[in-house]
């Protein structure tokens, strides 16, 4: 069903006054943790003070070791909810459990489903029962086919609004987090018709290759970037050392408008 044999026109979702997959890029950006209504009100108002609509933030955390923060739950979700009223932005936040899908359409305008939950059969198949628009990570070591299997369960479970997400694989390269698989955007929008993202914050885990990063991606076609902002990195419950804050955040999306592949 996702793939472009079936159907030659692009798959577009449709975000309040953005339309992903209809042209023009998109960025969805802010903090990798939900971690209180004033940090996520600081973000909200960089987002809106920068013309941008799409508000990320992890509630339900899928941390590598136990003893790291795990994020506020349903709290956070309502945090998000009630910074994206008060600025018009819409909520893009990952959800880890099957029976959490449901709860979650009341709080998000897009359920994440991250890179450690790519293969989780039944998560995918209970995001494919609801209506909400879902963004799909790649796994850490998932092939592009397997990528593809993982949003054919969800568009075949009845929800065809799914949005891929390139977000870095595991190779034996040091120097990045992950190894950013940038030919992974021209052959998802080869292969398939939905809109495809890259993720330059966990492909790279660098602040100082974002840029860049986010450049070759939509000269290759990405249909929008995601990045993590925060409004004080330093002291952020996950990801402290790859987040920017919101100076560096302003900068950033001015530089890559000035390049003329954003709007
Ligand atoms: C995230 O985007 O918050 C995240 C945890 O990313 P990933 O699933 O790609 O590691
Ligand atoms: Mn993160």
Redesign the pocket.
């Known amino acids: 069903l996702v793939s472009r044999k079936k159907q030659k026109e692009n798959t577009v979702v449709t975000l309040g006054p953005v339309e992903v997959g209809g042209g023009d890029p998109v960025l969805v950006s802010g903090p990798?943790?939900v971690e209180s209504y004033e940090q996520v009100r600081q973000i909200g108002e960089t987002l809106k003070a920068n013309g941008l609509t799409l508000l990320?933030?992890?509630a339900f955390?899928?941390r590598t070791s136990p003893y790291d923060f795990q994020g506020l739950g349903e709290e956070g979700l309502k945090i998000l909810r009630q910074v994206a009223d008060e600025f018009g932005l819409k909520v893009v936040s990952?959800i880890v459990t099957p029976t959490d899908i449901e709860m979650a359409t009341q709080y998000v305008d897009v359920i994440?489903?991250?890179?450690?939950?790519?293969q989780n059969f039944e998560l995918l198949k209970a995001a494919g029962r609801v209506n909400t628009p879902v963004l799909l990570?790649?796994g850490?070591s998932a092939t592009i086919e397997e990528f593809i299997h993982a949003a054919e369960y969800i568009v075949s479970g009845g929800n065809s609004q799914v949005m891929l997400?390139e977000?870095?694989i595991r190779t034996y390269e040091k120097a990045t987090r992950?190894t950013l698989d940038i030919s992974a955007v021209p052959i998802l929008k080869q292969e398939t018709h939905l809109p495809v993202f890259v993720?330059v914050?966990?492909?790279t885990g660098r602040r100082d290759i974002l840029l860049p990063t986010a450049k070759a991606a939509l000269a290759v076609g990405a249909d929008g970037v995601?990045i993590?902002v925060h409004p004080d990195p330093d002291v952020a419950l996950?990801?402290a050392k790859q987040q920017i804050n919101i100076p560096q955040f302003n900068e950033f999306v001015a530089k890559l408008r000035e390049s003329g592949l954003y709007k």
């Open positions: 990798c943790s990320r933030g992890g955390k899928p990952e994440q489903i991250g890179a450690r939950n790519m990570k790649r850490l997400c977000r870095g992950n993720d914050t966990h492909s995601m993590e996950s990801d």
